[in-house]
C-alpha cells in the first residue's frame, strides 16, 4: 500500500460516507456497489487528506480503483457518493484504492462480502452505501444534508432509464423515451424547486443522482452520441451547478473509467 499525501483544497478530500434518499443499481463492469453492485481490482493504495473537522481522525474508506489513472478513484457511482458526502461534510478520511478484480486478502478479511464502498465507522466496516450515508448523517448532523421524505425519490428512475437505454440495440423499443420522460419529470421538478432537488442547497439525493448523472452523460455520450436535449434546459443546468462543486470535481471517475465500465454491457 502506497501513500499519496494531497492538499486539500476549500473542501479538501473528506472522508465519512453518507447517503440518503437513493437507490442502488448494478453498474458499470467490475464495480460493487452498496447492497447488490459491482466488483473490480485489488491492489491496495491509500489517498490521506487532512484538513481541521468536527472529527479528528480521518475515516478508513475502501472505493474502487482507477483503471486507467494511477492515485484515482474508479468508475462506481455508489463510491462517489459515498466521497461527496464526505467532501460536503467536510469529514477527513485514508481513501484506499481497492483493485475489486483482484480482491486482496486484506480487503477480503475486512469485508468478506468484497463490496465497495466500506468505510470504517465506530471500529466497524460498514459496506452499503445507503447504510454508510444514514450512519454519517446521524453522528455528524452538521452540515445538514438530510432530504425530506417527499423529495427523496426525486430523480431515482432515471438511471435505470439510463442503462436501458445505453444498452438497447433497437431505436423503436421505446428506451429513449422512457429515459426523456424521466428526465423531463426531473427537469419540472428543478425548475420549481431547483437549483438543486430541495432547493438552494445540496442534499443527499443530489449527492446519490450526481455520479449516475455524469456516467449517463459520459456513457450515452461515446456510445451513441446522445446528449440530453436542449428542451430540458433545468436538467442541463442542473448537471452543470452538481458537476461543477469542488466535491464533485475531487471525486469524480475518469471517463475513459466509465467508457471501459460500461463496454461489456454495450458490447454484449
Given at each position: ?10 473542501f479538501?478530500?473528506?472522508s465519512?460516507v453518507r447517503?440518503?434518499g437513493?437507490?442502488n ?21 491509500a489517498?490521506?487528506?487532512?484538513m481541521?473537522?468536527?472529527s479528528?481522525d ?15 478513484p ?6 462517489q457518493r459515498v ?12 481513501l484506499?484504492l481497492?483493485d475489486l478484480?483482484?480482491?486482496?486478502d ?5 469485508n468478506p462480502?468484497?463490496?465497495?464502498p466500506v468505510?470504517?465507522?465506530n471500529?466497524?466496516?460498514i459496506s452499503?452505501s445507503?447504510?454508510i450515508a444514514?450512519a454519517l448523517?446521524?453522528?455528524?448532523p452538521?452540515?445538514?444534508?438530510g432530504t425530506?421524505p417527499e423529495?427523496?425519490?426525486?430523480g431515482?428512475?432515471i ?6 437505454f ?5 431505436p ?10 424521466e ?10 424547486n431547483?437549483p438543486?432537488?430541495?432547493?438552494k ?7 446519490s443522482?450526481?455520479?449516475?448523472l455524469h ?6 455520450g ?5 446528449s440530453?436535449p436542449d ?14 462543486r ?10 475513459e473509467?466509465?467508457i471501459a465500465?460500461?463496454?461489456p454491457?454495450v458490447?454484449?
Amino acid at each position: 500500500m502506497s501513500t499519496v499525501k494531497i492538499q486539500p483544497t476549500a473542501f479538501a478530500l473528506s472522508s465519512s460516507v453518507r447517503q440518503l434518499g437513493f437507490f442502488n443499481l448494478r453498474l458499470p463492469q467490475n464495480c460493487v456497489a452498496s447492497s447488490n453492485h459491482f466488483s473490480r481490482h485489488g491492489t491496495r493504495r491509500a489517498l490521506t487528506v487532512s484538513m481541521s473537522t468536527t472529527s479528528s481522525d480521518p475515516f478508513e474508506v475502501c472505493v474502487k480503483s482507477s483503471t486507467t489513472t494511477p492515485n484515482k478513484p474508479g468508475d462506481c457511482p455508489f463510491c462517489q457518493r459515498v466521497l461527496l458526502t464526505l467532501e460536503e461534510k467536510h469529514l477527513p478520511y485514508d481513501l484506499k484504492l481497492v483493485d475489486l478484480a483482484h480482491k486482496p486478502d486484506w480487503f477480503l478479511k475486512i469485508n468478506p462480502g468484497g463490496k465497495v464502498p466500506v468505510i470504517k465507522l465506530n471500529e466497524k466496516w460498514i459496506s452499503d452505501s445507503d447504510v454508510i450515508a444514514q450512519a454519517l448523517e446521524e453522528k455528524y448532523p452538521d452540515p445538514p444534508l438530510g432530504t425530506p421524505p417527499e423529495k427523496a425519490s426525486v430523480g431515482s428512475k432515471i438511471f435505470s432509464a439510463f442503462i436501458g437505454f445505453l444498452k438497447s440495440k433497437d431505436p423503436s423499443d421505446g428506451t429513449e423515451k422512457a429515459l426523456i420522460s424521466e428526465l423531463s419529470s426531473f427537469n419540472n421538478h428543478i425548475k420549481d424547486n431547483g437549483p438543486y432537488v430541495n432547493g438552494k442547497e445540496v442534499s443527499a439525493v443530489d449527492l446519490s443522482l450526481a455520479p449516475k448523472l455524469h456516467h449517463l452523460e459520459i456513457a450515452l455520450g461515446h456510445y451513441k452520441k446522445w446528449s440530453v436535449p436542449d428542451s430540458l434546459p433545468h436538467v442541463k443546468s442542473y448537471m452543470k451547478a452538481i458537476f461543477s462543486r469542488d466535491s464533485f470535481i475531487k471525486t469524480r471517475a475518469q471517463p475513459e473509467d466509465i467508457i471501459a465500465g460500461w463496454r461489456p454491457k454495450v458490447l454484449g
